[in-house]
């Protein structure tokens, strides 16, 4: 098992920026990927971006292409997300999520999940 927490979410300006966290504990030597989701009241949870562990390799949502950067710290076990120029529309809450052997934008291909972070963009 692999537990994920997430961390860094909070109230900004439009235009502004924030970084979030996501510690991993546990198997964590068995990730392949890990991705960020968002989930806005009354929408489903949307694919933002993801990374494959061993090689770094990302990809992106459109919606968050150019102003988002998804990295990570192997020897912390910590994959970030920095989001900057944010848009109101950007307000959701943020999970991490791992798997073992996945690395795209379906949330029900994760096994692990943590229990998200609000971001809330002011206009």
């Known amino acids: 098992q692999v537990q994920l927490v997430e961390s860094g979410g909070g109230l900004v300006q439009a235009g502004g920026s924030l970084r979030l966290s996501c510690a991993a504990s546990g198997r964590t030597f068995s990730i392949y990927a890990m991705g960020w989701f968002r989930q806005a009241p009354g929408k489903e949870r949307e694919f933002v971006a993801v990374i494959r562990w061993s090689s770094g390799s990302t990809y992106y949502a459109d919606s968050v292409k150019g102003r988002f950067t998804i990295s990570r710290d192997n020897a912390k076990n910590t994959v970030y997300l920095q989001m900057n120029s944010l848009k109101p529309e950007d307000t959701a809450v943020y999970y991490c999520?791992?798997?073992?052997?996945?690395?795209?934008?379906?949330?029900?291909?994760?096994?692990?999940w943590g229990q998200g972070t609000q971001v809330t963009v002011s206009s």
């Open positions: 999520a791992g798997d073992e052997a996945y690395w795209g934008r379906s949330p029900g291909s994760y096994d692990y």
